[in-house]
């Protein structure tokens, strides 16, 4: 139980274009789901926390206009990369938690953006 | 804001032998941590956690010692595999943020066959 899915696994996109990456929690409902954005070997930095329904909380450095995230339902949450440039090359993980367990993330397997 | 390190640092050991995965906190106020694997390309899983009214708990092949004061936690391994090379994080929260959790810089474990 408690699967997290990402899609696409990999994407790779035109600079000046806007990639969506979805994350969905197969078997839960998850209120809350979390977006990290990570480096080559450096650690997971996050992004945003977005609760379903309502609009997400960027952490500080955070371009809420550059990174759109939507979660318009408690399986679905979206990160658009809006006119994305080479330096948005990245990992991005997602991860979900439900409000009986608010402690406990479940991780997607992530994507792996590349702006040419 | 509060950080847990800066750099990845590496440990190497041999199978069959533990291992010993530190990391260092600095926010006194965090009261609940976790370990997690991360293996090449995928997303971090879920190893064990700790609340801050304990000092050890003990899993499958794994311990975890929290020692509040000096703000130090570790990850013990028993009896390492090939399987167990990753990178390693561990991962702080504090009540008044429950469900938030801010991630430390990660050990890579490589084990020698």
């Known amino acids: 139980g408690a699967v997290v899915s990402q899609h696409p696994s990999r994407v790779i996109c035109k600079s000046g274009t806007s990639v969506k990456i979805e994350c969905r929690s197969l078997?839960?409902?998850?209120?809350?789901m979390f977006w990290y954005r990570q480096f080559p070997k450096q650690s997971l930095m996050l992004m945003a926390t977005?609760?379903?329904?309502?609009?997400?909380?960027?952490e500080q450095g955070v371009e809420k206009d550059k990174f759109l995230i939507n979660h318009a339902s408690l399986t679905l949450s979206t990160l658009t990369v809006t006119s994305a440039h080479p330096e948005d090359s990245s990992f991005y993980i997602c991860?979900?938690?439900?409000?009986?367990?608010?402690?406990?993330?479940?991780f997607g397997p992530g994507t792996r953006l590349t702006v040419l | 804001g509060e950080s847990v390190g800066l750099h990845l640092p590496t440990l190497s050991v041999q199978e069959g032998d533990n291992s010993i995965i530190n990391c260092a906190y600095s926010?006194?106020?965090?009261?609940?941590f976790i370990w997690y694997k991360q293996e090449s390309g995928k997303g971090p899983q879920f190893i064990i956690d700790?609340?801050?009214?304990?000092d050890k708990r003990q899993g499958q092949r794994v311990t975890v010692l929290l020692n509040k004061t000096v703000k130090h936690l570790s990850l013990q391994i028993a009896a390492t595999q090939p399987g167990d090379s990753a990178v390693y994080f561990c991962?702080?929260?504090?009540?008044?943020?429950?469900?938030?959790?801010?991630f430390g810089p990660g050990t890579s474990l490589s084990v020698i066959p």
């Open positions: 078997d839960f409902q998850a209120t809350t």
């Open positions: 991962a702080e929260g504090t009540k008044t943020s429950y469900d938030k959790v801010i």
């Open positions: 977005s609760n379903e329904g309502s609009k997400a909380t960027y």
């Open positions: 926010n006194s106020a965090s009261d609940y």
């Open positions: 991860s979900a938690s439900w409000r009986g367990k608010a402690d406990t993330q479940y």
């Open positions: 700790i609340r801050s009214n304990m």
